[in-house]
């Protein structure tokens, strides 16, 4: 089913949405979760979480991609329950992430309501990056993947990666201060 289809079935309040959203992005729903969580419990619970939210904001919201909102919505409510989970711990490894996409973007992770002041700066920005530190990036700072993990995927060492996410968020930092955000 065609994305505005679905859109359409949540704008006439019919509980078809719910299923054909699940049908077409379930498993990207539950993909998203688990790479924030690494808890199969606490994702199916997430994805459960993201199609109430739709179905709570859709109307009046018309997000112009299905999928990208599925991601977003999901990404937000892992990492609050990620954050709820391990409140007072020692694991960092997701708040080390997020502070290193803050470190380039201040309140873009922690205000979502400001993302969409830069989101037109920082998918320029991607465009403009060759396909394996788009991938990188992309893989680090949304995936939230390890560095571990993308130097793996790449084939590359791990020094190595560390090395290019650095200079990549100096060069995002220096992008977006050209294009007039306090950075």
Known sequence: MQ??????????????????????????CTAVAMNILHNEQDAEEIVNDTWLWLWQHIPPDCPPSVRRY?????????????????????????????????????????????????????NDFLRSLKEKDRSMFILRYYHTESVT???????????????????????????LAERGYTV
């Open 70 to 122: 599925i991601a977003r919505v999901a990404r937000n409510l892992s990492i609050s329950r990620w954050r709820y989970l391990h409140a007072d711990k020692r694991d960092r490894s997701l708040e080390v992430v997020l502070e290193e996409a803050d470190e380039c973007c201040p309140g873009l992770v922690t205000h979502p309501e400001n993302a969409d002041l830069l989101r037109d700066s920082l």
């Open 3 to 28: 994305d505005q289809s679905i859109i359409d079935l949540y704008f006439s309040r019919s509980e078809q949405a719910v299923r054909e959203t699940e049908q077409k992005y379930g498993a990207y």
């Open 149 to 175: 993990d993308i130097a793996t995927g790449l084939h590359m060492k791990p020094a190595a990666v560390s090395r290019r996410l650095e200079f990549l968020r100096d060069k995002l930092r220096r992008y």
